[in-house]
Nanobody
Framework: VQLQACGGGLVQAGGSLSLSCGAS????????MAWFRQTPGQEREFVAA????????YYADSVKGRFKLSRDNTLRMVLLRMNTLTPDDTAVYYC???????????????????WGQGTQVTVSS
């Protein structure tokens, strides 16, 4: 599975940004999809995940209520809408795919088999 992430950029604190991730795999709907983020010297951390059918989502506490993850299995893509951004959200964001069962939402990084190339999000204060 090849994943292509895009949509990063520079935004002021309080602003919004959307990240998208497209997949090459025709069986995209078999995968739980997620976003992780990483800052220099830190571990890659979980941000949000969505089940293969899109019926269930899960968010890290740090982004809950501000970020919204959705997917379109026909277009084979996921969209992360990020609102009320803060400088703490500055990171390289990675989309990832994990084989899963119906309704499963995966937060463990080790479960993800495929990763996109990362896209930089910078939030200025």
């Amino acid at each position: 599975v090849q994943l292509q992430a895009c949509g990063g950029g520079l935004v002021q604190a309080g602003g919004s940004l959307s990240l998208s991730c497209g997949a090459s795999e025709r069986t995209f709907s078999n995968y739980c999809m997620a976003w992780f983020r990483q800052t220099p010297g830190q571990e890659r951390e979980f941000v949000a995940a969505i089940s293969r059918g899109g019926t269930r989502t899960y968010y890290a506490d740090s982004v809950k209520g501000r970020f919204k993850l959705s997917r379109d299995n026909t277009l084979r893509m996921v969209l992360l809408r990020m609102n009320t951004l803060t400088p703490d959200d500055t990171a390289v964001y990675y989309c990832a795919a994990a084989r899963s069962v119906t309704g499963e939402v995966i937060t463990a990084k080790a479960r993800y088999d495929y990763w996109g190339q990362g896209t930089q999000v910078t939030v200025s204060s």
